[in-house]
Protein backbone atom coordinates (compact mmCIF):
# COMPACT_ATOMS: atom_id res chain seq x y z
CA UNK A 1 0.00 0.00 0.00
CA UNK A 2 1.16 3.59 -1.14
CA UNK A 3 1.83 6.04 1.88
CA UNK A 4 -0.01 8.39 -0.02
CA UNK A 5 -3.13 7.90 -2.05
CA UNK A 6 -4.82 10.38 -4.32
CA UNK A 7 -8.58 10.72 -4.15
CA UNK A 8 -10.65 11.99 -6.98
CA UNK A 9 -13.84 10.87 -8.02
CA UNK A 10 -14.54 10.13 -11.60
CA UNK A 11 -16.23 13.34 -13.11
CA UNK A 12 -14.65 15.56 -10.57
CA UNK A 13 -13.80 19.16 -11.45
CA UNK A 14 -10.38 19.85 -12.54
CA UNK A 15 -8.19 21.35 -9.86
CA UNK A 16 -7.44 24.93 -10.62
CA UNK A 17 -4.03 24.59 -9.37
CA UNK A 18 -1.12 21.74 -8.76
CA UNK A 19 -3.09 19.79 -5.82
CA UNK A 20 -5.18 17.13 -5.15
CA UNK A 21 -8.64 17.18 -4.30
CA UNK A 22 -7.63 14.62 -1.27
CA UNK A 23 -4.81 12.89 -0.46
CA UNK A 24 -5.43 9.64 2.39
CA UNK A 25 -2.69 8.78 4.53
CA UNK A 26 -3.78 5.84 6.51
CA UNK A 27 -6.94 6.35 7.73
CA UNK A 28 -7.16 9.85 7.17
CA UNK A 29 -8.15 11.33 4.38
CA UNK A 30 -7.12 15.59 3.82
CA UNK A 31 -9.97 17.04 1.47
CA UNK A 32 -8.36 20.35 0.19
CA UNK A 33 -10.71 23.31 -0.29
CA UNK A 34 -13.31 22.65 -2.10
CA UNK A 35 -15.25 25.55 -4.86
CA UNK A 36 -18.34 25.57 -6.35
CA UNK A 37 -17.37 23.76 -9.31
CA UNK A 38 -19.78 21.32 -11.71
CA UNK A 39 -17.51 18.27 -13.64
CA UNK A 40 -16.91 21.04 -16.37
CA UNK A 41 -15.47 23.66 -14.45
CA UNK A 42 -18.71 25.71 -14.60
CA UNK A 43 -19.72 27.52 -11.51
CA UNK A 44 -22.84 26.56 -9.70
CA UNK A 45 -24.76 29.06 -7.55
CA UNK A 46 -23.65 32.36 -9.08
CA UNK A 47 -24.47 34.60 -5.97
CA UNK A 48 -26.06 31.84 -4.16
CA UNK A 49 -24.22 31.10 -1.05
CA UNK A 50 -25.92 28.63 0.57
CA UNK A 51 -26.34 26.11 -3.11
CA UNK A 52 -22.45 26.92 -3.38
CA UNK A 53 -22.16 25.31 0.40
CA UNK A 54 -24.59 22.31 -0.86
CA UNK A 55 -22.08 21.59 -3.47
CA UNK A 56 -18.93 22.23 -1.89
CA UNK A 57 -20.25 19.52 1.23
CA UNK A 58 -21.47 17.42 -1.93
CA UNK A 59 -18.10 17.21 -3.09
CA UNK A 60 -16.84 16.54 -0.07
CA UNK A 61 -18.99 14.21 0.24
CA UNK A 62 -18.04 12.16 -2.76
CA UNK A 63 -14.70 12.29 -1.80
CA UNK A 64 -14.85 10.66 1.27
CA UNK A 65 -17.24 8.42 -0.69
CA UNK A 66 -14.07 7.47 -2.56
CA UNK A 67 -11.69 7.19 0.13
CA UNK A 68 -14.22 4.60 1.93
CA UNK A 69 -15.60 7.39 4.18
CA UNK A 70 -18.71 9.59 5.63
CA UNK A 71 -19.84 12.90 6.34
CA UNK A 72 -19.07 11.35 9.92
CA UNK A 73 -15.83 10.79 9.47
CA UNK A 74 -15.11 14.35 9.42
CA UNK A 75 -13.42 15.79 12.63
CA UNK A 76 -12.12 19.03 11.35
CA UNK A 77 -13.26 21.41 8.60
CA UNK A 78 -11.37 24.82 7.66
CA UNK A 79 -14.47 27.17 5.83
CA UNK A 80 -13.73 30.17 3.66
CA UNK A 81 -16.42 32.81 3.37
CA UNK A 82 -16.19 36.09 0.93
CA UNK A 83 -18.91 37.84 2.97
CA UNK A 84 -20.08 37.37 6.62
CA UNK A 85 -23.17 38.57 5.26
CA UNK A 86 -23.58 34.72 4.17
CA UNK A 87 -23.00 33.18 7.18
CA UNK A 88 -25.96 32.45 8.09
CA UNK A 89 -26.99 31.21 4.82
CA UNK A 90 -23.95 28.92 4.54
CA UNK A 91 -24.81 27.51 8.35
CA UNK A 92 -28.03 26.57 7.58
CA UNK A 93 -26.86 24.57 4.72
CA UNK A 94 -24.19 23.22 6.93
CA UNK A 95 -26.57 22.58 9.79
CA UNK A 96 -28.48 19.63 7.13
CA UNK A 97 -25.27 17.99 6.75
CA UNK A 98 -24.04 17.67 10.44
CA UNK A 99 -27.30 17.90 12.35
CA UNK A 100 -25.76 16.06 15.30
CA UNK A 101 -22.10 16.11 16.74
CA UNK A 102 -20.77 18.44 14.08
CA UNK A 103 -16.95 18.68 13.57
CA UNK A 104 -14.78 21.25 14.76
CA UNK A 105 -14.29 23.66 12.45
CA UNK A 106 -13.33 27.40 11.89
CA UNK A 107 -14.63 29.89 9.79
CA UNK A 108 -13.26 33.07 8.37
CA UNK A 109 -13.76 35.98 5.91
CA UNK A 110 -11.29 35.58 3.16
CA UNK A 111 -11.40 36.88 -0.52
CA UNK A 112 -11.20 33.38 -2.65
CA UNK A 113 -9.10 32.53 -5.17
CA UNK A 114 -12.50 34.22 -7.98
CA UNK A 115 -14.74 36.89 -6.37
CA UNK A 116 -17.77 34.34 -7.45
CA UNK A 117 -16.57 31.89 -5.45
CA UNK A 118 -18.82 32.84 -2.00
CA UNK A 119 -17.52 29.62 0.38
CA UNK A 120 -14.97 27.73 0.16
CA UNK A 121 -14.39 24.53 2.78
CA UNK A 122 -11.89 21.96 3.53
CA UNK A 123 -11.73 18.83 5.63
CA UNK A 124 -9.97 15.92 7.93
CA UNK A 125 -11.25 13.19 7.64
CA UNK A 126 -10.20 10.00 10.33
CA UNK A 127 -11.52 6.71 8.77
CA UNK A 128 -12.69 3.65 10.68
CA UNK A 129 -9.38 1.38 10.73
Known sequence: MPLREVIRPKGFPKPLAPYSAAIKVGNVVHVSGMVAL???GN???PNDCARQTRHVLDLIRSILDEAGGLLTHIAYNHICIRDLA???????????YFPE???ARYCIRADLVR???LVEI???AYLSP
Open 43 to 45: LVG
Open 101 to 103: NPP
Open 86 to 96: DYAAMNAVYSE
Open 122 to 124: GSV
Open 38 to 40: DAQ
Open 115 to 117: PEF
